[in-house]
């Protein structure tokens, strides 16, 4: 574990490339072997669009980095956050920063993006793409993305967690993006087992429904949090 939050926490721009592109690429694939559903529209022209906004993402995102890293900084220095309460072996430190920066960075922001009007405003771009695919994954609005580094800031103040489970916890997040847009067809019994705790394409699908209430739940990215974790245990 050691070797890997420190391969994370000095992490290569050009590893973290390969993860944006390559999950978009492999997802990509299995979208024209096993699809979900099929969709009648201009695949090409629809990813052209979806990855200019995948670039504004990203661009934004790199360009916030120097505050998640200035956080990081803050709370190791200090010795802030949930994690730095106990002595916990470094595996416990990562599963728990992992699980609240996803539900604050991810799963709480959005829940607030659907329930504050002018945020969603924001917001409506992701929903606007009506064949949902790989690229709908980080379709966003520029003022989204900043919503959601903010998030994630917080989320990282009351984790504290280090740059190194940070930047782990962003590559998971992009490819979970992918695999919970990506038109594919999990088989059903593996996509259960999988589903009692990561959020899976066929949960995700019900997000973005055009009718309510179905279009206000679900909404983690990795981890099931909350209500819809005890609704499918209970289904």
Not at 42 to 49: E, S
Not at 59 to 84: D, M, P, W, Y
Not at 127 to 148: A, I, Y
Request: no cysteine.
């Amino acid at each position: 574990m050691n070797v890997i939050i420190d391969f994370f926490a000095d992490v290569p721009l050009v590893f973290r490339t390969s993860i944006l592109l390559g999950g978009i690429v492999l997802f990509w694939i299995l979208e024209g072997i096993i699809p979900l559903y099929s969709f009648n529209y201009k695949k090409g022209r629809h990813a052209f669009l979806n990855l200019l906004f995948t670039t504004t993402t990203a661009i934004i995102g790199f360009g916030f980095a120097f505050l998640l890293l200035k956080s990081t900084e803050i709370v190791n220095e200090f010795q802030f956050g949930v994690i730095h309460f106990f002595e916990l072996p470094l595996f416990v430190e990562v599963i728990i920063s992992l699980l609240i920066l996803d539900l604050v960075g991810a799963y709480l922001v959005h829940f607030v993006e659907h329930k504050v009007p002018w945020m969603w405003k924001f917001h409506v771009i992701h929903h606007s793409d009506k064949n949902v695919d790989v690229t709908t994954g980080l379709r966003h609005h520029p003022g989204e993305t900043v919503f959601r580094i903010l998030f994630t800031i917080l989320g990282v103040y009351i984790s504290g967690a280090s740059i190194g489970i940070v930047m782990l916890y962003q590559s998971l997040s992009v490819l979970f993006a992918h695999l919970t847009h990506a038109n594919i067809s999990l088989p059903q019994n593996l996509d259960r087992i999988i589903s009692y705790l990561f959020v899976t394409p066929n949960m995700h699908k019900v997000h973005h429904h055009y009718k309510q209430p179905l279009t206000d739940s679900n909404y983690g990215n990795i981890f099931l949090f909350g209500i819809e974790f005890l609704e499918h245990i209970h289904l």
